[in-house]
């Protein structure tokens, strides 16, 4: 089965709500390709205007965090069923950012990953590891270990829908691209590990991406691998760059 590529912009907290509607429509034209998933993850203050600018075009509404509890006393928080109800499709859980600065542990990981399921929102779950792991050697298994405790309890048909992003913490953002043979390698390594966890079928549908300091550049190598379907773009989501990403 062809697995549909999808090309995820990570916002992350750039973007004041009339920026992002610029952005939006700087970027209509450059993104449109019927051939892949064209998200835009974008800050809880984006999603309103954001849904509205794109309404009509291809691309699909991603959030980039939320609560586990449906409402209540949680102030300073939303929740999934909110950001469904606001046009949300995807949702962006366990990014490094949100482990390293936030503390987000993988059992709150775990909870957010079902709960989004409950909610009807797909998960872009992310996993990765430091430089430190990367050389001592250790990093796949640290990112077996993220990836068997994120999905603890997670069905295999809720698999089938979920994106998971590779995301090496010393190639975010710093403009250090994992080559495109160290990306594949640890793709199909969670692949591997789903097809362990679950079955070939379910390893065959879950769709992989690879984020890191992915640019206009070095996108089509990396998107070239047999287990690289996708990608999580971070800085170049911002610029008329992510256009070249998407068409890559
Ligand atoms: C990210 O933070 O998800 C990311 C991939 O960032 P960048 O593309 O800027 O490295």
Not at 2 to 13: D, E, L, P, S
Not at 32 to 52: G, L, S, T
Not at 53 to 71: Q, R
Request: aromatic share 6%; glycine share 8%.
């Amino acid at each position: 089965m062809a697995r549909r590529r999808i090309i995820a912009g990570n916002w992350k907290m750039n973007k004041t709500p009339s920026e992002a509607v610029e952005l939006c429509k700087t970027l209509k034209d450059l993104v449109k390709n019927d051939a892949v998933d064209v998200v835009y993850c974008v800050p809880a203050i984006d999603i309103v205007p954001v849904a509205e600018t794109i309404k009509g075009t291809n691309v699909e509404l991603g959030a980039e965090n939320f609560y586990i509890e449906d409402k209540g006393a949680f102030t300073g928080e939303i929740s999934a069923p909110m950001l469904k109800d606001a046009g949300v499709k995807y949702i962006i859980i366990g990014h490094s950012e949100r482990r390293d600065i936030f503390g987000e542990n993988d059992i709150l990981i775990n909870a957010k990953v079902k709960k989004a399921f409950e909610a009807g929102l797909s998960p872009i779950l992310c996993c990765g590891e430091s430089l430190a792991l990367r050389k001592a050697g250790t990093f796949k298994e640290w990112i077996k270990r993220q990836i068997t405790w994120d999905l603890d309890g997670v069905t295999a048909d809720q698999v089938k829908k979920l994106v998971i992003a590779y995301e090496p913490i010393w190639a975010i953002g710093t403009g250090e691209t994992a080559t495109a043979d160290q990306a594949e390698e640890v793709c199909k390594l969670i692949r591997d590990l789903i097809a362990e966890m679950y079955d070939s079928a379910t390893a065959e549908e879950v769709r992989i991406q690879y984020g890191g300091s992915m640019n206009a550049g070095n996108a089509a190598e990396l998107l070239s691998k047999p287990n690289i379907d996708g990608g999580l773009i971070g800085g170049a989501s911002l610029k008329e760059d992510f256009g070249k990403i998407v068409n890559a």
